[in-house]
T-cell receptor, first 115, second 112 residues
């Protein structure tokens, strides 16, 4: 049990679909993150939420829309994606960054395929 | 430009021997370094970290060495076990509170 869960684990969608990825952390952390892992590329940070406030948007296209209703839940809303958006999307959480505890704990990821 | 580089995509080591995974970084402002381990179909799991004020940190079979002048760190696993077969990610940040930059990973195969 990693303490960070993600659903769904696998998702196949067409370019005109709208879908959402969900992440939930049970660790009492206050910061949550979305990462993208593409084949043969480093993990890419997409978004950071700290105490429900977005503190980082790493030049992510607007077809990815995050939502953080509370410190335990994080969503990634997807619409009009492209085939090159196919990747593993990982959620992570950590203690509130500015007071230390930079170690991030990851969920299992959602394997997304865009047709 | 990659700030954290893992130049070996894969590594094979005999069970019982020492596994050495290497990582180089370019940003001299990095002062906190981490290693993550990832099994297929799972997210990365934190393994061990080191602050730039140290040059070595040990946790059981895992030891991380940091050479700041060379901007190089390495993860030693001894003795290597079959369960160590995984992808290992090196990561770095400017301080413990900043975003973490990851390398591409090295796939470690432990041979029977």
């Amino acid at each position: 049990e990693t303490g960070v869960t993600q659903t769904p684990r696998h998702l196949v969608m067409g370019m005109t679909n709208k879908k959402s990825l969900k992440c939930e952390q049970h660790l009492g952390h206050n910061a949550m993150y979305w990462y993208k892992q593409s084949a043969k590329k480093p993990l890419e940070l997409m978004f950071v939420y700290n105490f429900k406030e977005q503190t980082e948007n790493n030049s992510v296209p607007s077809r990815f829309s995050p939502e953080c209703p509370n410190s335990s839940h994080l969503f990634l809303h997807l619409h009009t994606l492209q085939p090159e958006d196919s990747a593993l999307y990982l959620c992570a959480s950590s203690q509130e960054p500015r007071t230390g505890g930079g170690t991030q704990y990851f969920g299992p990821g959602t394997r997304l395929t865009v047709l | 430009d990659q700030q954290v580089k893992q130049n070996s995509p894969s590594l094979s080591v005999q069970e019982g021997r020492i596994s050495i995974l290497n990582c180089d970084y370019t940003n001299s402002m990095f002062d906190y370094f981490l290693w993550y381990k990832k099994y297929p179909a799972e997210g990365p799991t934190f393994l061990i970290s080191i602050s730039s004020i140290k040059d070595k940190n040990e946790d059981g079979r895992f030891t991380v060495f940091l050479n700041k002048s060379a901007k190089h760190l390495s993860l030693h696993i001894v003795p290597s076990q079959p369960g160590d077969s995984a992808v290992y990610f090196c990561a770095a940040s400017r301080d413990r509170d900043d975003k973490i930059i990851f390398g591409k990973g090295t796939r470690l195969h432990i041979l029977p």
